[in-house]
């Protein structure tokens, strides 16, 4: 079973994955999957552990490779090829406790040689927190952590903004809070996809909603969004 949203035309189109399947050995993560996504929209993906979630979104980033299909963002280049266009936010937080919010993005920023990107400062501003902040992230509460991820991904300026478990291990509170900033940045055309458990966190900013089972799409309808 495959499904798509109906086709989109090329100038709205910011990717389209073409009967995609991933194979681990004998195990087929994902199953001949094809969706396209447009500029603009926001795309929570759900569905459970083992489901294919964060395979689709490494696929995506450019950091896996499909077994069979094709996979092309922004007007047919390969993800791998525009990896500087995307920013990818795994369930792994990749910061380090010792340091204090700016330090960390400071490091980070310093892995785009030549590029332009956002100040650390800037960056932090833009996620709600306060650059000057003289705590370590190992003091941060869970809320905090994820905004300081999001904002090391926000370095660089994606368009295209892939979200593993953004809301994992929040309180109400802090996910609405998180909820609220992305529905901000899916202006100018940036387009973002979300795996999450919680689809009812997610639902506000929902545009369309992709149930996966078993590595096959299982449903793919259009959400509410209310912010």
């Known amino acids: 079973m495959t499904a798509q949203a109906p086709e989109a035309a090329s100038s709205t189109l910011c990717a389209r994955l073409d009967t ?83 330090e960390n993005l400071r490091y980070f920023a310093s892995l785009y040689p030549g590029r332009a990107c956002l100040s650390p400062a ?48 929040m309180d109400v509170e802090s996910v609405r809070q998180m909820v609220e900033l992305l529905a901000g940045f899916r202006q100018g055309n940036r387009t973002i996809v979300i795996t999450t458990h919680q689809r009812d966190s997610a639902a506000p900013i929902a545009d369309w909603v992709l149930a996966l089972h078993a590595g096959r799409v299982k449903s793919f309808e259009p959400g509410s969004p209310t912010l």
């Open 122 to 169: 800037e960056a932090l501003r833009q996620v709600g927190l306060d650059p000057e902040l003289d705590r370590t992230l190992g003091q941060y509460s869970q809320g905090m952590r994820q905004r300081t991820s999001l904002a090391r991904v926000l370095l660089p300026a994606p368009e295209l903004l892939l979200l593993d478990e953004p809301f994992s291990n």
């Open 20 to 102: 995609v399947s991933k194979l681990f050995g004998s195990f087929a993560a994902l199953r001949q999957v094809s969706v396209d996504l447009e500029l603009g929209r926001c795309y929570v993906l759900i569905g459970e552990n083992g489901a294919g979630k964060s395979t689709l979104l490494r696929i995506l980033a450019g950091l896996l490779r499909p077994s069979h299909g094709t996979v092309k963002v922004f007007g047919g280049q390969d993800p791998h090829e525009a990896r500087a266009r995307i920013g990818y936010m795994s369930h792994a937080p990749m910061l380090y406790d010792e340091l204090t919010a700016q």
